[in-house]
C-alpha cells in the first residue's frame, strides 16, 4: 500500500497521491515504477528549467550592465548547468518518498543526495571563481589590472575545505561547527603539509602587491635557468617560456625571495641599452697632420668640431710663445680622438637613438688587447630583431669608418697571419 499523505508531504507526493496512484495496480512494484517514472520526468523538467532560466536571466543581466564577458565565461564555464544538477538532486532528495523505500533506507538515501546536490553547488561556485579567472586574464593580456590566479586559487582551495566539512556533516547527520572545533588539533599538521601553499600565498600576495611581476614580462633568472617570457602565473608556480621555447617552471615563493632581473621598465621606457667595445690598436695611434685634418674637415660629421677644435687648440699654442716650437710641447689632434667624436656625432644623427637618454663614447684604460672604446647609448627600438639590426648598422659603419682616420682595430693573430709571416721567412 502507498503511503498516505501527511503533513509533511512536499506538493508533488501529494500530487502523485491524489491524482496518479489511484490509476495504477496496487502492487509494490508498479506504485514504486510510476513513482520513479513521475519523479524522474519532474527532476529533469525543474533541472533543465533551473538552468535555462539562470542563464536566460542571468546572462541579460550581465549584458545590461555591459559585462559580455562575463556573460560568456560563466556560461562556458558550465556554472549554470552544475546549478540545475543541484536544484534537481535537492528536488529527488525532497521526495524520496515517491520511491517506496523504507524508512531507514529513504533517509541514508536522502542524506547522500543532499551531500552529492552540496558538491555540484560547491562545483558551480568553483566554476564561477574560473570564469573570474578567465575574465581577469583576458584583462590582463589587453594590459588591463594584474593577474588574481594565485588569489582565486587560494580560494578555490578554501571553498572545497569548506565543500568537504559540509558534506561529511551532512552525511553523518551532525553539526559542522563539531567538526570545525576538531580541525583545531590537526592545526600543526595542516600547517606542515599546506607549507608550500602558505609561503606561495605570501610570495603572491607581495607581489601582485608591489607589482613585481606580470605576465609578459621578461625576466632573467640564471640559478633556475630562465630567461624568457612570463606565460603564466599561478598560486604555487610561474612559467617561463625561453628563447628556445623551452618553459622553465620556478616556484613562486622563489621570486619573491630570490633576485632576478625583470626587463619591463626597459620596454616601458621606450630605450633600450647599447654597450659595447670596439679595441683600437694602440701602434696605430697618432696625431693628425694639417694635410689629415684639412682632408677630414669635409666630413660633415667633423667640420663643426674640427672646427672649434683647431681655433682651441691655436689659442692654447698661441700662448706658450718660443716653447710651441718644439712639437712635444704643442696640443694637436690625434686621430683616436677625433673618431670618437666621429662616432658621438653618428650617435646625435641616428634617428633610432634616443637623444634623451645618456650618449658617451669614451676610451677605457688600455690593456695588452688594445684601447677599448666603449659606446654607451640607447636604441629607440626594442624589439629584440630591431634592436640588433640598429647595434649592427651602427658598429658595422663604425668599423668601416676607422681606416679613414688611420685607426685599426686590435685582432690577435690567426692561423692566417702565421702562415703568412712563415711564407715570407721562407722567401728571405
Same mark, same amino acid.
Given at each position: 500500500m %502507498? ?7 512536499t506538493p ?8 496518479i496512484?489511484?490509476?495504477v ?5 508498479a @506504485?514504486a515504477?510510476?513513482?520513479?517514472? #513521475?519523479l524522474a520526468? #519532474?527532476v ?5 528549467l533551473a ?7 542571468l546572462? =541579460?543581466?550581465? @549584458? ?6 562575463w556573460s560568456?565565461?560563466? !556560461?562556458?564555464r558550465g556554472v $549554470? *548547468?552544475?546549478?540545475?544538477? !543541484?536544484v534537481?538532486l535537492?528536488?529527488i532528495a ?5 520511491l ?13 543526495i543532499?551531500a552529492?546536490?552540496?558538491?555540484y553547488?560547491f562545483?558551480?561556485?568553483? =566554476?564561477?571563481?574560473?570564469a573570474w579567472?578567465d575574465v581577469n586574464?583576458?584583462?590582463?593580456? @589587453?594590459g588591463?589590472?594584474?593577474?588574481i590566479?594565485? &588569489? ?5 582551495? +578554501?571553498?572545497?575545505?569548506l565543500?568537504v566539512?559540509l ?7 551532525q553539526s559542522?561547527l563539531l567538526m ?8 600543526a599538521v595542516?600547517l ?6 602558505l609561503?606561495?600565498?605570501? /610570495? ?10 606580470r605576465?609578459g614580462d621578461w625576466?632573467?633568472m640564471?640559478q633556475?635557468?630562465a ?9 604555487h ?6 628563447w628556445d621555447?623551452t ?5 613562486t615563493?622563489?621570486?619573491f625571495?630570490?633576485s632576478y *632581473?625583470?626587463?619591463r621598465?626597459?620596454f616601458?621606457?621606450?630605450g633600450?641599452?647599447?654597450?659595447r667595445?670596439?679595441r ?5 695611434? *697618432?696625431?693628425?697632420d694639417?694635410d689629415e685634418?684639412?682632408a677630414l674637415?669635409r ?5 663643426? &668640431? ?5 681655433s +682651441?687648440?691655436?689659442?692654447?699654442n ?6 710651441a716650437a718644439? %712639437?712635444a710641447?704643442?696640443r694637436r689632434?690625434t686621430?683616436?680622438?677625433t673618431?670618437?667624436? $666621429?662616432?658621438?656625432? $653618428? ?7 634616443r637623444?634623451?637618454?645618456?650618449m658617451?663614447?669614451?676610451a677605457?684604460?688600455?690593456d695588452s688587447?688594445g684601447?677599448?672604446?666603449? #659606446?654607451?647609448?640607447?636604441s629607440r627600438?626594442t624589439?629584440?630583431?630591431d634592436?640588433e ?7 658595422d ?5 676607422l ?5 685599426r682595430? $686590435? @685582432? /690577435?693573430p690567426?692561423g692566417?697571419?702565421?702562415s703568412?709571416?712563415?711564407?715570407g721567412?721562407e =722567401?728571405?
Open positions: %502507498p503511503p498516505t499523505p501527511n503533513a509533511l508531504s508533488l507526493e501529494v500530487w502523485v497521491d491524489t491524482w496512484l489511484p490509476w495496480p496496487q502492487e509494490p512494484w @506504485q515504477l510510476v513513482g520513479m517514472l #513521475v520526468g #519532474v529533469w523538467l525543474a533541472g533543465l538552468s535555462r532560466g539562470l542563464a536566460l536571466v546572462g =541579460r543581466a550581465l @549584458q545590461a550592465l555591459g559585462r559580455d564577458d560568456q565565461a560563466v !556560461a562556458r $549554470y *548547468r552544475h546549478l540545475g544538477h !543541484a534537481s535537492l528536488l525532497a521526495n524520496i518518498r515517491l517506496f523505500v523504507g524508512e531507514a533506507l529513504g533517509d541514508s538515501l536522502e542524506r547522500l543532499q552529492l546536490a552540496l558538491v553547488v562545483l558551480a561556485f568553483n =566554476r564561477l571563481l574560473r579567472q586574464m583576458l584583462g590582463v593580456q @589587453q588591463r589590472g594584474r593577474p590566479k594565485g &588569489y582565486l586559487e587560494v580560494a578555490q582551495l +578554501a571553498v572545497w575545505a565543500c566539512v558534506v561529511v556533516s551532512v552525511l553523518l547527520d559542522p570545525l572545533s576538531g580541525l583545531g588539533a590537526l592545526s595542516l606542515l603539509v599546506f607549507k608550500d601553499t609561503l606561495s600565498l605570501v /610570495a603572491s600576495t607581495q607581489m601582485n602587491t608591489n607589482d613585481m611581476l605576465i625576466i632573467e640564471p633556475a635557468g630567461d624568457g617570457f612570463v606565460i603564466d602565473m599561478a598560486l608556480t610561474v612559467k617561463v617560456q625561453n621555447k618553459v622553465t617552471t620556478i616556484p615563493y622563489k621570486l625571495s630570490e *632581473r625583470n626587463w621598465q626597459m616601458e621606457s621606450g633600450r641599452r647599447i654597450k667595445t670596439l683600437i690598436d694602440a701602434e696605430s695611434v *697618432r696625431f693628425l694639417d685634418i684639412q674637415s666630413y660633415r660629421l667633423l667640420s663643426d &668640431y674640427l672646427a672649434a677644435k683647431q +682651441a687648440l691655436q689659442a692654447s698661441q700662448a706658450l710663445q718660443e716653447t718644439v %712639437p710641447n704643442r689632434l686621430n683616436l680622438g673618431f670618437r667624436a $666621429y662616432a658621438l656625432a $653618428y650617435l646625435k644623427q641616428n634617428p633610432n637613438i637623444q634623451d637618454m645618456l658617451i663614447v669614451r677605457l684604460e688600455p688587447q684601447v677599448p672604446v666603449e #659606446v654607451y647609448c640607447f627600438l624589439a629584440w630583431v634592436y639590426q640598429v647595434q649592427g648598422d651602427l658598429f659603419h663604425l668599423l668601416a669608418i681606416p679613414e682616420l688611420s685607426l682595430v $686590435y @685582432q /690577435a690567426s692566417h697571419v702565421f703568412r709571416l712563415a711564407g721567412a =722567401r728571405d
